[in-house]
């Protein structure tokens, strides 16, 4: 039976040198991934030109941005929904690892940097 329960700081991996996404399941409808952002790290600002991506903010605190030059506070607790075409992207502005759940969907996800 496929694995339905996942522990993130068992799945999460990390890097010094860049903000790093780990894939820990995909289907042929959604993909879910855990990021680690480390302090002063961030996630480029893109868009996915068929899906959504829906961000689970578990921890730490940072800067979302929404649009291009745009910028909005963001923290553990939160919840982002980027409808597909639409920008975003982040900045980890805490003392602290920023990490959070991406669910993608549908799939496959095409990756367009701004």
């Not at 959604?30 to 680690?36: A, D, E, L, Q, R």
């Not at 996630?43 to 903010?57: G, K, L, M, R």
């Not at 506070?73 to 929904?81: C, L, T």
Request: proline letters at 6%; charged letters at 20%; hydrophobic letters at 35%.
């Amino acid at each position: 039976m496929e694995e339905r329960i996942y522990t993130m700081s068992e799945v999460a991996e990390e890097s010094m040198e860049e903000a790093v996404k780990t894939v820990f399941y995909s289907t042929d409808s959604t993909s879910g991934s855990i990021w680690v952002v480390k302090p002063g790290q961030t996630v480029a600002c893109h868009t996915h030109n068929n899906s959504d991506d829906i961000w689970i903010c578990i921890q730490g605190k940072g800067i979302f941005y929404p649009e291009l030059g745009e910028e909005v506070p963001i923290e553990k607790g939160q919840v982002i929904k980027t409808p597909k075409g639409v920008c975003h992207g982040m900045l980890n502005t805490g003392d602290e690892d920023f990490m959070f759940v991406s669910i993608v969907a549908p799939v496959p996800a095409d990756y367009n940097p701004l």
